[in-house]
């Protein structure tokens, strides 16, 4: 499994409406081969931050799989514009302990 | 329930034991009070980068409750020495939707 992590920057008073077009990219997202589950979350300490969090079942449904896929183009149609700067996405996994 | 986040960069060549102390500290987390759950997950992108994610009851239980804690101390003394930079850590809610 791996976790997928986007700090989210939104423009200036566009909270409002990032957050409900996230609600319809929600299902997009859910529907998406290798998909485990997600969260997306408002920071307390700064008003347009969030932080995405996905879980896939491998780096490839991810980067391959879904960015490669119709279902991206309106995943990006409904959020990207609302990024400023675009986020760096980032993969983590469990830690092995020999 | 609030979600604490921090980003960690490990200084170099650190890496395994920043993993063996941080399985000790865990133990101390997991018994504070207002802990839901946790995870620490390493960057496929980065070889010193990890994230640690804290589910807490309320943010009280995070920055008053245990950051003035004896065990924190323990954490402290067990972890913030592989910092560098020292980590910014921020706290997420879910989004209300009306």
């Known amino acids: 499994m791996i976790l997928e992590v986007a700090i989210l920057y939104i423009k200036d008073n566009q909270e409002k409406d990032f957050e409900n077009n996230m609600r319809k990219a929600s299902k997009i997202i859910a529907a998406q081969k290798g998909y485990?589950?997600?969260e997306v979350k408002k920071c307390l300490e700064k008003k347009n931050k969030y932080i995405?969090?996905?879980?896939?079942?491998?780096?490839?449904?991810?980067?391959?799989i879904f960015r490669n896929s119709k279902d991206y183009q309106e995943w990006k149609k409904l959020l990207h514009h609302f990024y400023e700067p675009f986020p760096i996405v980032e993969h983590y996994k469990s830690i092995k302990y020999e």
């Not at 879980?55 to 980067?63: Q, R, V």
């Open 36 to 38: 485990i589950s997600h």
């Open 52 to 64: 995405l969090l996905v879980n896939w079942k491998t780096l490839i449904d991810h980067e391959h």
